[in-house]
Nanobody, 117 residues
């Protein structure tokens, strides 16, 4: 199993930047596909970005060119660099971990990102 703890959320003005961090512990980090999801009030949770065990990345169309997901295998960390933030990026962002040998995902508690002037 793996435990996930997010940090780095906060209030930022439109056009600003934030870097979210996800600390993973409790299992072999390198075997997990990691992802960032977000959920705004009244809206379903959506995938923002994910990164495979090999380092391949995918992004939601709404964040392509603005967000970057990365992982540090030494520190067991996953990051989401968010640039050119928009009000519609406001949501609770959650870290996700998935391995092919388990039928369920692991989730962090989430960190609030608010983009407002």
């Amino acid at each position: 199993q793996v435990q996930l703890v997010e940090s780095g959320g906060g209030l930022v003005q439109p056009g600003g930047s934030l870097r979210l961090s996800c600390a993973a512990s409790g299992s072999i980090f390198s075997t997990y596909v990691m992802g960032w999801y977000r959920q705004a009030p009244g809206k379903p949770r959506e995938l923002v970005a994910h990164i495979t065990t090999g380092g391949s990345t995918n992004y939601a169309d709404s964040v392509k060119g603005r967000f970057t997901i990365s992982r540090d295998y030494v520190k067991n960390m996953v990051y989401l660099q968010m640039n050119s933030l928009k009000p519609e990026d406001t949501a609770v962002y959650s870290c996700n971990a998935k391995t092919s040998v388990e039928p369920y995902d692991y989730w962090g508690q989430g960190t609030q990102v608010t983009v407002s002037s």
